[in-house]
């Protein structure tokens, strides 16, 4: 038997009236923005805080990402955003997350990152640190 995922974190979040749209569902871009506040979360979990993460002179970009909705979510509705590692590549990684109200999966989304060297904004592999973090992740 497989053992379930689990998360890096998992964020709760109230859904703003301002990010709903005339039809009083949840406007499609703030899923992706929710996504990207669960990263870093994500990233203040394993890293401490986003500048700790940023003095191993390394970063990351989206590359791509990949949204699927499956239910609305509207004003008030309480909903927790997961974050899993799922591929850790030579200069990225790729993270599935699942946006979810109470038992009902409200959104899912695939985020690959590539990793960045700051200074140039040109791909890189991160240093052994921090790849070090992921791998642990990923039980490598």
């Known amino acids: ?13 109230r859904v703003r009236y301002h990010e709903c749209d005339g ?16 990263a870093f979360e994500a ?17 990351v970009v989206v590359a ?9 979510a509207r004003y008030d509705d309480q909903l927790v ?6 591929h850790l590549g030579t200069t990225s990684l790729v993270f599935d997350f699942e946006i979810r109200r109470g038992e009902t999966t409200i959104a899912v989304a695939t985020v690959r ?3 960045i060297d700051p200074a140039t904004l040109r791909p890189e592999a991160p240093p052994d640190a921090v790849r070090k973090v992921y791998a642990t992740l990923l039980g490598d």
Do not use: W
């Open 64 to 72: 791509e990402a990949n949204l699927k909705f499956r239910a609305p």
């Open 23 to 38: 039809q009083g569902i949840v406007f499609n871009a703030h899923y992706l923005a929710y996504v990207d506040m669960c």
């Open 43 to 59: 990233e203040k979990a394993l890293f401490g805080s986003h500048d700790e993460f940023l003095a191993h002179r390394t970063d």
């Open 1 to 13: 038997m497989t053992e379930p995922r689990r998360p890096i974190v998992e964020m709760p979040l």
């Open 113 to 115: 990152y590539v990793f």
């Open 81 to 86: 955003v997961s974050q899993f590692l799922t």
